[in-house]
């Protein structure tokens, strides 16, 4: 059964939303569903990163507490910042090398859709040993308070989630 369905949820999904995107329930519409979800599952299982194990569901939410109140509030600094004519922003744009403790390629791609999900900061570059992050910051003030946000508020939780 689980040569046939990989991962249940992702074809119940495609199923749903292929009868919805065609607003029809008729006999070849539900054929077609079952096929998309039968085969793209088992099409793309190679492309899975490993099997998650949850180990920290409070830290869980405490990490999705904190990615919204910094994304709000670099929403707010990325306004004042379009706001300000370019001849008096404070700080310049930069590149800040964060070295990583974790290895874990789930929690990393999940440290890279915060980043990348937070105003005003971008994904530049990982290492190929995983254990340096490139990040470009749109107003770098300060380097190290940087490195220090990024491991305190998102890789030592994350290491948490994932790694403990």
């Not at 300000?84 to 890279?112: C, K, W, Y």
Request: net charge positive; with cysteine; proline share 9%.
């Amino acid at each position: 059964m689980k040569r046939l369905f990989p991962a249940p949820l992702l074809s119940v999904a495609l199923f749903v939303m292929w009868l919805m995107l065609n607003r029809s329930v008729s006999a070849g519409q539900l054929v077609l569903a079952a096929c998309v979800a039968i085969a793209i599952p088992v099409l793309t299982r190679g492309l899975r990163p490993l099997p998650v194990r949850i180990r920290r569901p409070g830290t869980v939410l405490r990490l999705v507490a904190s990615v919204i109140a910094d994304s709000v509030a670099s929403n707010l600094r990325l306004l004042r910042f379009l706001a300000t004519p370019s001849g008096h922003r404070p700080h310049p744009p930069g590149f800040v090398q964060i070295p990583l403790e974790m290895r874990d390629p789930n929690a990393l791609a999940v440290l890279a859709m915060i980043v990348c999900i937070t105003p005003g900061t971008s994904w530049a570059e990982l290492s190929l040993d995983r254990s340096v992050l490139m990040l470009h910051v749109l107003e770098l003030d300060d380097k190290q308070a940087a490195i220090d946000h990024v491991k305190t508020r998102y890789e030592r939780p994350l290491m948490e989630i994932f790694e403990s």
